[in-house]
């Protein structure tokens, strides 16, 4: 089965610019989460949807930052303008609500570098 | 008080010895417990799901789990180099909906 996945890879762009990260759930799953890792920081809870809905986003660090979820299938996480301290790893992670433990699965990961 | 601690290490244990990682949460109410495993430069792997007291056991992984206390810790028995990596405690709560909260981590190392 295909996990949680994730694009692109890897983004360098330079301050200013937009990013736009991509996600795609484990197919059946109903709740999606995108988080920022960071050496200083770990890992934060940026938002979460739960059936396309956005449940939290009080993690989203200003304006600059969006997200998405037009279908069960698809979501974006946008940056605009990035500017260098949004340099970091922007995982993904699915689970399906309403099991028992509400088990997360994470995708690759986007590293972003900002210059 | 963080919502979830663990002790930042490293923990270093050598080839063949029990690793021991503890984990301590804040809210009473918290139901579900997960311990993920990040090796460097990869993504968060759940290894452990634990929702009951007591123990539970998975090959050469042990999950221990004392609601009085707050407490929540993976054994490694049999530790292998290959466990080297970072080890990510992780709480839930019904009243969080689907939401889970993540401990900083315990950096783990296995010396041969």
């Known amino acids: 089965d295909a996990g949680v996945i994730q694009s692109p890879r890897h983004e360098v762009t330079e301050m200013g610019q937009e990013v736009t990260l991509r996600c795609k759930p484990i197919s059946g799953h109903n709740s999606l989460f995108w988080y920022r890792q960071t050496m200083m920081r770990g890992l934060e809870l940026l938002i979460y949807?739960?059936?396309?809905?956005?449940?939290?986003d009080s993690g989203m660090p200003e304006d600059r930052f969006s997200a998405k979820m037009p279908n069960a299938s698809f979501s974006t996480l946008k940056i605009q303008p990035s500017e260098p301290r949004d340099s970091a790893v922007y995982f993904c992670?699915?689970?399906?609500?309403?099991?028992?433990?509400?088990?997360?699965?994470f995708g690759p990961g986007t590293r972003l570098t900002v210059t | 008080q963080k919502e979830v601690e663990q002790n930042s290490g490293p923990l270093s244990v050598p080839e063949g010895a029990i690793a021991s990682l503890n984990c301590t949460y804040s809210?009473?109410?918290?139901?579900?417990f997960f311990w993920y495993r990040q090796y460097s430069g990869k993504s968060p792997e759940l290894i452990m799901s634990i929702y009951s007291n007591g123990d539970k056991e998975d090959g050469r992984f042990t999950a221990q789990l004392n609601k009085a206390s707050q407490y929540v810790s993976l054994l490694i028995r049999d530790s292998q180099p290959s466990d080297s990596a970072t080890y990510l405690c992780?709480?839930?709560?019904?009243?969080?909906?689907?939401?889970?909260?993540f401990g900083s981590g315990t950096r783990l190392s296995i010396r041969p």
């Open positions: 949807f739960n059936n396309n809905v956005p449940i939290d």
């Open positions: 992780a709480v839930a709560s019904y009243s969080s909906a689907s939401k889970i909260i």
């Open positions: 809210d009473r109410v918290s139901q579900s």
């Open positions: 992670a699915s689970s399906q609500q309403g099991s028992v433990g509400y088990e997360q699965y």
